[in-house]
């Protein structure tokens, strides 16, 4: 039976037509309204954040690294300045693969595995993005031109050239002054990022460390535009850096150098200090060492050499170097003994040549075994009668000593601005307790009178101790800096001055001093002779192994380095004093015999004119504060 024929619904299909359209207009409506919102988000809202973004890809802020403050000596020789060398820098971000082109690099200069090992290190170091590494200094002109010709083989690698420090003096200043050296991993977490940022070195030891800050600046930058391969095409805008400050150090060339020449190439150190001002105007610690492989990175071979070598000329004898002080201290004994009341100048000590305590056989001896007979406090600085100290000291106590030794500064940091500085030591009841859990015995009391037992004293210190009696107490900090761009440093915390019951204590201890060089039996007589002005001085003996009771000390049976230290104290003009200079020569063994003489040259450099005669303006006491009390 046939189908019945369905006939067409016109309208029905136009309303689903229309349905359709709608809906699909309807959609189309939120894909452009969706469109667009992301489009005004994009555009609108987040404006700035891909603005920056795409600026960023062609816009680099780069940091321009401050100059160094220069470093002169007090007359203006210049001892660290900055000298213009070619580096070659190494961009990680615009490297690719830096690996294969540090391998590049190192075959292209034909360098060695161990310098390849240095290069990726250095690269390795957490650096600002896009901020060039440099991983080698002074290039030669040889290798400026093979990184030239093989330039596209080094992609991010550039030569640039930088201000490298430089020391003109070498091994002159190399412990006072110090160096400066490439940062590293401790280092630059704990610098702030902003400052140091285009800055790869810092200052590592001596004034260069203790005034960073001062010396190093402030970072500048500049915003450069590159294009797809990172190559600068034109600076947008520039921030100049700010120069790091100028230093003048109290330090004298000259000086320096003469004092250096004194001590001929022996092991040891020498502190000059002028009185009225506490200027260090030399110091010497030597063996010394040239300071200038350090700054763009010692090799391994030669730092090697100079740490393992048996003279330690890394060392900075003088602000590290712990010594016994021997009989330098007798001095500043003399005026705590007066100034307790223990004793009077005119108390006097019979001196068999040995010295014991009440129901004790053992023996304290004096260097003369023979004995001085009756000795009174000006016989005992003037032959540095040990028995009279021993006594000084057994009636002192410990406690007393303890108090008035570090009024003048043993056991404790007295410079102002030396970074390196040790405190020494100055041993009292309480250290012993605690580092050895015994007491404090009374023999321990007598050797410590003399310089020796548990007390380590830097020469430094010994230095600002004869500077105390030069100036009868009064403290001024000793310091390198003389002035930080023309203006002198401050000390925070100043000392108090060593205030004495009778001033005159201080005469009578400084006549003592006097007596050493030109009294008719001072120890240091042949040198004192032979100066056409006043010195005021104390030699010491610092024992470097012990010696059996009953034993006498024998140069030939004892090797070279056990031997004593020689120690020597001094200033001058004795009534007017414009200089004070501790000397310790290293197994010197005789402070009159090997100091003094030393002591002496670094005096004449100073105090003498051209024609061998006292300066006219060191003739005549000057009318200063410590002149005056």
Same mark, same amino acid.
């Given at each position: 039976?046939?189908?019945?024929?369905?006939?067409?619904?016109?309208?029905?299909?136009?309303?689903?037509?229309?349905?359709?359209?709608?809906?699909?207009?309807?959609?189309?409506?939120?894909?452009?309204?969706?469109?667009?919102?992301?489009?005004?988000?994009?555009?609108?809202?987040?404006?700035?954040?891909?603005?920056?973004?795409?600026?960023?890809?062609?816009?680099?802020?780069?940091?321009?690294?401050?100059?160094?403050?220069?470093?002169?000596?007090?007359?203006?020789?210049?001892?660290?300045?900055?000298?213009?060398?070619?580096?070659?820098?190494?961009?990680?971000?615009?490297?690719?693969?830096?690996?294969?082109?540090?391998?590049?690099? &190192?075959?292209? *200069?034909?360098?060695?595995?161990? +310098?390849? @090992?240095?290069?990726?290190?250095?690269? %390795?170091? =957490?650096?600002?993005?896009?901020?060039?590494?440099?991983?080698?200094?002074?290039?030669?002109?040889?290798?400026?031109?093979?990184?030239?010709?093989?330039?596209?083989?080094?992609?991010?690698?550039?030569?640039?050239?930088?201000?490298?420090?430089?020391?003109?003096?070498?091994?002159?200043?190399?412990?006072?002054?110090?160096?400066?050296?490439?940062?590293?991993?401790?280092?630059?977490?704990?610098?702030?990022?902003?400052?140091?940022?285009?800055?790869?070195?810092?200052?590592?030891?001596?004034?260069?460390?203790?005034?960073?800050?001062?010396?190093?600046?402030?970072?500048?930058?500049?915003?450069?535009?590159?294009?797809?391969?990172?190559?600068?095409?034109?600076?947008?805008?520039?921030?100049?850096?700010?120069?790091?400050?100028?230093? &003048?150090?109290? *330090?004298?060339?000259?000086?320096? +150098?003469? @004092?250096?020449?004194?001590?001929?190439? %022996?092991? =040891?150190?020498?502190?000059?200090?002028?009185?009225?001002?506490?200027?260090?105007?030399?110091?010497?610690?030597?063996?010394?060492?040239?300071?200038?492989?350090?700054?763009?990175?010692?090799?391994?071979?030669?730092?090697?050499?100079?740490?393992?070598?048996?003279?330690?000329?890394?060392?900075?004898?003088?602000?590290?170097?712990?010594?016994?002080?021997?009989?330098?201290?007798?001095?500043?004994?003399?005026?705590?003994?007066?100034?307790a009341g223990v004793i009077t100048p005119s108390s006097r000590v019979f001196d068999?040549?040995?010295?014991?305590?009440?129901?004790?056989?053992h023996k304290y001896r004096n260097w003369n075994r023979s004995g001085d007979g009756?000795?009174?406090?000006?016989?005992?600085?003037?032959?540095?009668?040990?028995?009279?100290?021993?006594?000084?000291?057994?009636?002192?106590?410990?406690?007393?000593?303890?108090?008035?030794?570090?009024?003048?500064?043993?056991?404790?940091?007295?410079?102002?601005?030396?970074?390196?500085?040790?405190?020494?030591?100055?041993?009292?009841?309480?250290?012993?307790?605690?580092?050895?859990?015994?007491?404090?015995?009374?023999?321990?009391?007598?050797?410590?009178?003399?310089?020796?037992?548990?007390?380590?004293?830097?020469?430094l210190q010994l230095a600002q101790a004869v500077t105390l009696m030069a100036n009868?107490?009064?403290?001024?900090?000793?310091?390198?800096?003389?002035?930080?761009?023309?203006?002198?440093?401050?000390?925070?915390?100043?000392?108090?001055?060593?205030?004495?019951?009778?001033?005159?204590?201080?005469?009578?201890?400084?006549?003592?001093?006097?007596?050493?060089?030109?009294?008719?039996?001072?120890?240091?007589?042949?040198?004192?002779?032979?100066?056409?002005?006043?010195?005021?001085?104390?030699?010491?003996?610092?024992?470097?192994?012990?010696?059996?009771?009953?034993?006498?000390?024998?140069?030939?049976?004892?090797?070279?380095?056990?031997?004593?230290?020689?120690?020597?104290?001094?200033?001058?003009?004795?009534?007017?004093?414009?200089?004070?200079?501790?000397?310790?020569?290293?197994?010197?063994?005789?402070?009159?015999?090997?100091?003094?003489?030393?002591?002496?040259?670094?005096?004449?450099?100073?105090?003498?004119?051209?024609?061998?005669?006292?300066?006219?303006?060191?003739?005549?006491?000057?009318?200063?504060?410590?002149?005056?009390?």
């Amino acid at each position: 039976m046939p189908q019945p024929i369905r006939l067409k619904d016109h309208e029905k299909d136009a309303r689903l037509v229309r349905q359709r359209v709608l809906v699909g207009a309807a959609a189309i409506l939120l894909l452009v309204a969706g469109l667009v919102a992301r489009l005004y988000y994009l555009q609108v809202v987040q404006y700035e954040y891909h603005s920056t973004l795409s600026e960023n890809n062609r816009v680099h802020v780069q940091p321009i690294p401050p100059t160094r403050g220069l470093i002169f000596d007090r007359n203006g020789v210049l001892v660290a300045d900055n000298r213009p060398s070619f580096s070659l820098t190494l961009t990680r971000e615009r490297a690719g693969d830096w690996r294969q082109v540090l391998d590049a690099i &190192v075959e292209v *200069l034909e360098l060695s595995a161990d +310098e390849r @090992a240095l290069f990726e290190k250095r690269v %390795r170091q =957490g650096r600002r993005p896009f901020e060039p590494v440099p991983v080698l200094f002074e290039l030669s002109e040889e290798q400026i031109a093979r990184i030239a010709v093989n330039q596209f083989r080094l992609p991010g690698v550039e030569v640039v050239a930088q201000l490298v420090r430089h020391y003109p003096q070498g091994e002159h200043f190399a412990h006072s002054v110090g160096y400066v050296g490439r940062i590293n991993e401790k280092e630059l977490k704990e610098l702030d990022p902003v400052d140091y940022s285009g800055t790869h070195h810092i200052g590592k030891t001596g004034i260069e460390r203790f005034y960073e800050e001062q010396l190093h600046g402030e970072v500048g930058y500049e915003e450069v535009e590159t294009n797809a391969r990172g190559r600068v095409l034109r600076v947008l805008k520039r921030t100049d850096p700010l120069p790091g400050k100028d230093l &003048v150090l109290t *330090l004298d060339v000259r000086l320096q +150098e003469a @004092a250096e020449a004194a001590l001929g190439g %022996r092991r =040891g150190a020498i502190v000059a200090i002028q009185p009225a001002t506490g200027e260090v105007l030399a110091m010497v610690s030597q063996p010394s060492f040239d300071p200038n492989p350090f700054v763009t990175g010692i090799s391994f071979k030669a730092y090697a050499e100079l740490r393992d070598s048996i003279d330690r000329p890394l060392y900075n004898r003088v602000l590290r170097g712990l010594y016994p002080p021997g009989s330098t201290i007798k001095p500043m004994m003399a005026v705590a003994g007066l100034d307790a009341g223990v004793i009077t100048p005119s108390s006097r000590v019979f001196d068999p040549g040995f010295y014991q305590l009440p129901t004790h056989s053992h023996k304290y001896r004096n260097w003369n075994r023979s004995g001085d007979g009756w000795v009174n406090l000006e016989m005992a600085i003037m032959r540095s009668n040990d028995t009279y100290f021993y006594d000084l000291a057994h009636k002192m106590g410990i406690d007393r000593m303890h108090d008035y030794m570090s009024r003048f500064g043993l056991g404790q940091r007295v410079a102002l601005d030396m970074f390196e500085e040790t405190a020494g030591l100055m041993p009292s009841r309480d250290w012993k307790r605690a580092r050895y859990r015994q007491p404090w015995y009374p023999g321990e009391t007598l050797i410590l009178g003399i310089g020796q037992g548990y007390m380590q004293t830097t020469p430094l210190q010994l230095a600002q101790a004869v500077t105390l009696m030069a100036n009868r107490g009064k403290w001024i900090r000793p310091h390198l800096a003389r002035t930080i761009e023309g203006r002198p440093p401050v000390d925070a915390e100043p000392l108090p001055d060593i205030r004495l019951r009778d001033p005159k204590s201080w005469d009578y201890a400084r006549f003592g001093m006097e007596q050493v060089m030109h009294g008719p039996r001072g120890t240091a007589r042949k040198v004192g002779d032979s100066a056409v002005y006043r010195i005021a001085g104390k030699s010491g003996t610092a024992q470097v192994v012990a010696i059996k009771q009953g034993e006498r000390y024998d140069r030939n049976k004892i090797q070279e380095r056990h031997r004593d230290h020689a120690l020597f104290v001094a200033f001058a003009p004795a009534d007017n004093p414009q200089i004070a200079v501790a000397v310790m020569v290293e197994n010197g063994e005789s402070g009159s015999g090997v100091a003094a003489p030393v002591v002496k040259q670094v005096m004449d450099a100073w105090l003498l004119d051209d024609n061998g005669q006292l300066k006219v303006e060191y003739a005549t006491p000057l009318k200063t504060e410590v002149g005056q009390r």
